[in-house]
């Protein structure tokens, strides 16, 4: 089955205390993204990645770190977490061919819920 | 700059009445647009997207969305309300030539029986 997995689901640490949350995809897209949703604000781009080890800042990138070795995975890394990072966090894929017509729907992952005490 | 406003933060319909939930886009090109519906504690899922093939798209569970250039709008409609429509819907715009997408600050639906 096609689809974005991302872990943990939930996830509740204190302040300071690093942490990863993991993102993997199994339909060998090139392009993967991390959101933020907030109440009232819709979702917002953190980080995105155009294919292997190419990798760039989206909208709110402060605070977090991603990487991308494999072209499956796309790791979220909060390097020291802030009350402020508390959210929920979705990770998202796609084709990297987004002129071509039906190629540029991202497919999201289930959400991962993040509270920082 | 592109960019989607959702006019309404809430819309509350009775089951069997339809249900009308408003986005207006702005692009200075021929914008591929989409409809995302987030029930309560799932992921985001596709309900329809347009890309200029067809002015009236129709997406899954009954929902459809006409792309009405000259109101610059993308409104999402469907006949009649079910309980199971429950949910968060997103009007979301791609920026031209890339793969991000901007997200509308989304409309909570909710349907009484």
């Known amino acids: 089955e096609a689809q974005v997995t991302q872990n943990p689901r939930y996830l509740i640490t204190v302040t300071g205390k690093k942490l990863t949350v993991t993102c993997s995809q199994n339909m060998n897209h090139e392009y993967m993204s991390w959101y933020r949703q907030d109440p009232g604000l819709g979702l917002r781009q953190i980080y995105y990645?155009?294919?292997?080890?190419?990798?760039d800042k989206g909208d709110v990138p402060e605070g977090y770190k991603v990487s991308r070795k494999e072209k499956r995975n796309f790791p979220l890394i909060l390097e020291s977490p802030s009350p402020n990072q508390t959210s929920l966090y979705f990770c998202?894929?796609?084709?990297?061919?987004?002129?071509?017509?039906?190629?540029?729907?991202?497919?999201f992952g289930p959400g991962t819920r993040l509270t920082v005490l | 700059a592109q960019s989607v406003t959702q006019l309404d933060s809430h819309v509350s319909v009775s089951e069997g009445t339809p249900v009308l939930l408003r986005c207006n886009y702005s692009?200075?090109?021929?914008?591929?647009l989409f409809w995302y519906v987030q029930h309560p504690n799932k992921g985001l899922q596709l309900l329809l997207k347009?890309?200029?093939?067809?002015?009236l798209v129709k997406g899954i569970n009954g929902f459809e969305a006409e792309f009405k250039k000259s109101e610059t709008s993308f409104h999402l409609t469907k006949p009649s309300a079910h309980m199971s429509d429950a949910a968060e819907y997103f009007c979301v715009v791609r920026i031209y030539n890339t793969d991000k997408l901007i997200f509308g600050t989304g409309t909570r639906l909710q349907v009484f029986p």
């Open positions: 998202a894929s796609s084709l990297y061919a987004r002129e071509i017509a039906g190629t540029d729907t991202q497919y």
């Open positions: 990645s155009m294919n292997v080890e190419v990798t």
């Open positions: 692009s200075s090109y021929s914008p591929s």
């Open positions: 347009y890309t200029s093939a067809a002015t």
